[in-house]
């Protein structure tokens, strides 16, 4: 898939990708869910699904906050207050961290409705808004939603898919 350069076009990759991911979170065995064996966000450490989903959650919820701190006028720290962009590992830790306390089917589904309020954030802005002029310094918004959420979405369906071929056939038991 091209890299979108409008907002329909936008709302097709995520909506596609994230379409996809679901399908293959669907096939991870329930009992596999906390696992630490997926190659984590920070070298040389390991994450379970559940922490790639709560990695999704995260960069999905600050992406709604950069949105509304836009429309709001205000000042957008990115990519988050007290981080830098050479420190997103520290960043994954902490929505790793910060999501622990949900179970994985609330998670879950809080990651489906950010996915919601994001496609209905761009659905209210126009082409020239979301890819008119830069927003972060080159980038336009448009593609830093597309960074932070369909690109994110592909990259994690893939890491699910390596990971799913190495789960045992007698384990398999799909949430």
């Known amino acids: 898939m091209a890299i979108p350069q409008t907002k329909d076009e936008l709302i097709e990759a ?6 996809k991911l679901i399908r293959i ?8 869910t906390t696992e630490k064996s997926l190659a984590g966000h920070v070298k040389d450490t390991q994450m379970s699904v559940k922490d790639l989903l709560a990695y999704l959650t995260g ?12 429309r709001a006028g205000e000042q957008i720290d990115f990519p988050e ?5 050479n420190e997103l590992g520290r960043l994954a830790q902490k929505f790793y961290s910060d999501y622990d306390v949900l179970t994985y089917e609330a998670l879950l ?6 996915k919601e309020t994001i496609i209905q ?11 008119g002029a830069g927003w972060y310094e080159q980038w336009t918004m448009g593609r830093m939603i597309q960074f932070n959420t369909s690109s994110p979405y592909k990259n994690a369906y893939g890491r699910l898919r390596k990971w799913l071929k190495t789960v ?5 038991q799909a949430m």
Do not use: C, H, M
Not at 14 to 19: C, K, L, T
Not at 27 to 32: I, L, T
Not at 109 to 114: F, S, T
Not at 168 to 172: G, M, Q, T
């Open 168 to 172: 045992p056939a007698d384990k398999s």
């Open 121 to 131: 954030q761009i659905s209210e802005r126009t082409d020239e808004v979301l890819y």
């Open 109 to 114: 589904l809080r990651l489906q409705a950010a």
């Open 59 to 70: 960069w999905n919820e600050l992406v709604i906050k950069w949105l509304e701190k836009d």
């Open 25 to 32: 979170i669907r096939k991870v065995p329930a009992g596999r």
């Open 14 to 19: 995520v909506s596609i990708n994230f379409d």
């Open 81 to 85: 207050t007290g981080f830098k962009w």
